[in-house]
C-alpha cells in the first residue's frame, strides 16, 4: 500500500509512527502525485525520523545518514528540506511543540474556574508527553544538546506557559506572590517532566498530575484549596 495523496501526517506529533510504514511508502517509477505532495511526504518522514533517532541515540550520536535511513529519504533529498541536521532538529520541535501548545490551550480554555482549568491544561500536557515519548525525548532531553538555537527555542516555550497565569487570582488579606514566583513554577515543572522523560519513565507521567498540580496551584490558593483541587478528576 502507497501513501494517501489526502493524508496529511503534519498533523501528529513527531516520532507518533514510523517513517517508512507501508502506507507512507512513495509508489516506485512513474506516478501522478504531485511533487508539492512528494515534497511533504518526505518532510514529514524525516521529521518523524528526527524525532525518533534523537530520542534513541541522543542529538550528538545521531548522524545524519542515520535519519535518513530511517525515513527511507536519500542525503540529496535531505537537503532539499533542509540546510542541516540542526535545521531539522528544530523544524521537529517546532511542529512538535505548536501542536502541543495547541492542544493543551484548547484544554484550558473550557469553561471552569481557574484552577480546573490549569489542572485540565497540566492533564493534557503530561499525557500528550507520556503518550510520545519520542518527541517527549526530544523536546524536553535533547533540546539541551542541540545547540544554542535549539535553547533558545526551548527558553520561548517556557516563557509562553507564562500566559495561563494572567487570571491567576488572588487570596484576600495574603500577600501578593511575588514576582517570579510563575517562573519559578514553571522551572520546576519543567524539572519533574525532564526528570521522568530523561530516565525513561514518560509514561509515567500521568501519575503525577496531582502533585504538579499542587505545587502549580499553591502560591495563588493556599495549601487546602490547590490539595482539594490536585485530588479532584480534571474535568
Known amino acids: 500500500m502507497t501513501v494517501s495523496p489526502t493524508a496529511h501526517s503534519d ?9 517508512t510504514d507501508p ?6 517509477g512513474r506516478h501522478d502525485l504531485t511533487r508539492e505532495f512528494v515534497s ?9 525520523a ?3 533517532t534523537v ?5 550528538a550520536s545521531a548522524s545524519l545518514g542515520e535519519v535518513c535511513a530511517a525515513a527511507g529519504v536519500s542525503t540529496r533529498a535531505f537537503y532539499q528540506h533542509f540546510a542541516d541536521k540542526e535545521a531539522c532538529f ?25 484552577p480546573q482549568r490549569m489542572h485540565r491544561g497540566l492533564d493534557t500536557l503530561l499525557r500528550i508527553l507520556a503518550a510520545e ?43 501578593p506572590v511575588p514576582s517570579g514566583v510563575v517562573e519559578a513554577v514553571i522551572a520546576g515543572v519543567y524539572g519533574v517532566i525532564y526528570d521522568f522523560v530523561s530516565t525513561g519513565r514518560a509514561a509515567e507521567l500521568p501519575q503525577r498530575l496531582g502533585d504538579l498540580t499542587y505545587l502549580v496551584l499553591v502560591p495563588f490558593l493556599g495549601p ?3 490539595a482539594r483541587v490536585a485530588a479532584e478528576e480534571p474535568g
Open 50 to 52: 528526527m524525532a525518533r
Open 23 to 28: 502506507e507512507r511508502l512513495l509508489p516506485r
Open 224 to 226: 487546602a484549596a490547590a
Open 90 to 114: 528544530l523544524a521537529t520541535f517546532d511542529r512538535g511543540v505548536s501542536l502541543l501548545q495547541k492542544s493543551v490551550a484548547a484544554a484550558y480554555a473550557g469553561p471552569a474556574r481557574w
Open 133 to 175: 515519548p519520542a518527541f517527549a525525548a526530544l523536546a524536553v532531553v535533547e533540546v539541551l544538546a542541540a545547540g544554542p538555537r535549539a535553547r533558545a527555542c526551548r527558553r520561548q516555550l517556557l516563557d509562553a506557559y507564562v500566559v495561563f497565569f494572567a487570571e491567576a487570582p488572588r487570596r484576600a488579606g495574603a500577600p
Open 55 to 59: 530520542a534513541e541515540r541522543g542529538y
Open 11 to 19: 498533523e501528529r506529533i513527531p516520532g507518533s509512527r514510523s517513517a
Open 40 to 48: 511533504r511526504t518526505q518532510r514529514d518522514r524525516l521529521i518523524d
